[in-house]
Each structure stands twice: as structure tokens, then as C-alpha cells.
């Protein structure tokens, strides 16, 4: 499984970003997709991922409401749209897909992109 994550950048506090992760190899068996980051100093934490089928969401407390998640299942990639962006938003954005192996499941995760959030 390969992850190709793009979009990240400099925006200034209060402006908007769009991330995109497009997934290719063998993902047939994908549970879900996402995001998470990890701002310097932090653990890496989760922003928002959504499932397969019928496409539930899941998204952090500190983002919910500025942020959504997306996908175009055709084309394997998942958006975050990520609107009144906040400075504490500063971080490294990591693509993540989950999938099944049979009992049990395996990660995968993109290379990460940087998104910082000036004041």
C-alpha cells in the first residue's frame, strides 16, 4: 500500500487548506482512512479518519466543526478540508489507511505533510 499525501503549506491564522491522500496497491480489504498529526513536541494524535461502506466519520474534539473529512471512493483518496485554521493546527499532517489481514489489521502511513498555521 502507498499513500501519497499533498496540499500541506502556509496559511495564515484563520484561512483554510485542503489536504489529499490517494491510496494505490493492494487495498481492497481498507477498514478506513484518514489523518492524523504530530505538532513538535506532541504525540501524534488523531484528526479525522472515515470508513469504508457507508463512510462513517470519526474527528477529534479540537477539530470538529472546522475541519471535514471526505473521500471519492473511486479514486481511492480522502480530502480534509480544514477551514478557520488555528496556529495550534501547526503540525505534520500523516495520511493513515487501516485495512484487514485476515485476524487481524495492519497500518499504513504516508510520508506526512506539513501544514503551518501563522499568526
Known amino acids: 500500500v502507498q499513500l501519497q499525501a499533498s496540499g500541506g503549506g502556509l496559511v495564515q491564522v484563520g484561512g483554510s487548506l485542503r489536504l489529499s491522500c490517494a491510496a494505490s496497491?493492494?487495498?481492497?480489504?481498507?477498514?478506513?482512512m484518514g489523518w492524523y498529526r504530530q505538532a513538535p513536541g506532541k504525540e501524534r494524535e488523531l484528526v479525522a479518519v472515515?470508513?469504508?461502506?457507508?463512510?462513517?466519520?470519526t474527528t477529534a474534539d479540537s477539530v470538529r466543526g472546522r475541519f471535514t473529512i471526505s473521500r471519492d471512493s473511486a479514486k481511492n483518496t480522502v480530502h480534509l478540508q480544514m477551514n478557520s485554521l488555528k496556529a495550534e493546527d501547526t503540525a505534520v499532517y500523516y495520511c493513515?489507511?487501516?485495512?484487514?489481514?485476515?485476524?487481524?489489521?495492519?497500518?499504513?502511513w504516508g510520508q506526512g505533510t506539513l501544514v503551518t498555521v501563522s499568526s
Open positions: 493513515y489507511l487501516e485495512r484487514s489481514r485476515g485476524w487481524t489489521t495492519q497500518e499504513h
Open positions: 496497491g493492494t487495498i481492497f480489504s481498507m477498514i478506513r
Open positions: 472515515i470508513s469504508s461502506g457507508v463512510g462513517c466519520t
